[in-house]
């Protein structure tokens, strides 16, 4: 592992696939115009529409965001996070809610299948019945060694209120965490930043976590602020409130000398 940049990707995404990923390709070229190599896109970032809307579309959706990923990261010569798209699960009317790796020649490093969704009801009123329409994974997240990026784990959005999720991942030697989300504004003001700060903390690793941010369509908002964190919990980059980027850099040293002074991962008894 290398000392380089990261980038956390901020998107209003709509229900238009094209106009979409339009806007994610502008966005993939700010961060690597800043030096990213490691570029991650939030969840729902092909595709943010009414559930319905989504699975008459998910064919095209997964064919089209899959083919976009694979460019943009042989253009850019890149590793790109695609967040979270759907894609069809044969033999039914529903979807996997899919995060792909894929590095600067194209290959696909890794793939994840959400494995918690979003069944709540939000105080502000407003409820989500994810597995309406997605259907859960039913396999840990991969982890991916890299001799340049380091070791990647994977999850998607509501995961993060899971922390046995990332446990899992530290023990398979996680050092860098990926939460792309799409967080209800309601939520997120209270809980995005603190869970994001405790994943990186408990498991003294970096935390990258694109976002979605505005109003979408209807009355679905979302909290926005993509962040970068360290493995210390503090905040290296916030995107805020409006599209954008989110860059910081991923240190191997600084992650070996909080793993040092603070050993955790050692002390673990179960």
Not at 105 to 114: D, I, P, S, V
Request: glycine share 8%.
């Amino acid at each position: 592992m290398k000392s380089y940049l990261a980038a956390a990707i901020q998107m209003t995404s709509q229900p238009d696939l094209e106009k979409n990923l339009i806007e994610a390709e502008e966005l993939i070229d700010l961060a690597v115009r800043q030096g990213a190599e490691l570029v991650c896109l939030p969840e729902n970032f092909a595709f943010m529409g009414e559930e319905q809307d989504k699975i008459t579309q998910a064919e095209a959706i997964a064919q089209k965001t899959e083919k976009f990923l694979h460019r943009m990261a042989q253009r850019f010569q890149v590793t790109i996070l695609g967040g979270g798209f759907p894609i069809l699960v044969e033999g039914t009317q529903k979807v996997y809610n899919t995060a792909l790796l894929i590095d600067p020649n194209g290959k696909e490093l890794a793939r994840y299948y959400k494995v918690h969704l979003f069944d709540v009801n939000v105080p502000d009123g407003n409820t989500y019945r994810e597995s309406s329409t997605v259907m859960a994974g039913k396999e840990l997240p991969p982890v991916y060694h890299s001799d340049t990026l380091g070791t990647l784990g994977l999850s998607v959005c509501y995961d993060v209120r899971f922390p046995e999720l990332y446990r899992y991942l530290a023990q398979q030697g996680a050092e860098v965490l990926f939460v792309p989300a799409a967080f209800t504004a309601y939520t997120g003001k209270d809980h995005w930043q603190v869970l994001l700060q405790a994943r990186a903390i408990e498991n003294t690793a970096y935390v990258i976590a694109p976002a979605q941010t505005g109003n979408h369509y209807g009355l679905r908002h979302t909290h926005g602020h993509a962040m970068i964190i360290d493995p210390w919990g503090m905040v290296l980059a916030d995107a805020g409130d409006q599209p954008g980027v989110a860059v910081a850099e991923i240190d191997p040293a600084r992650l070996a000398q909080v793993r040092r002074q603070m050993p955790s991962l050692e002390h673990r008894v179960f």
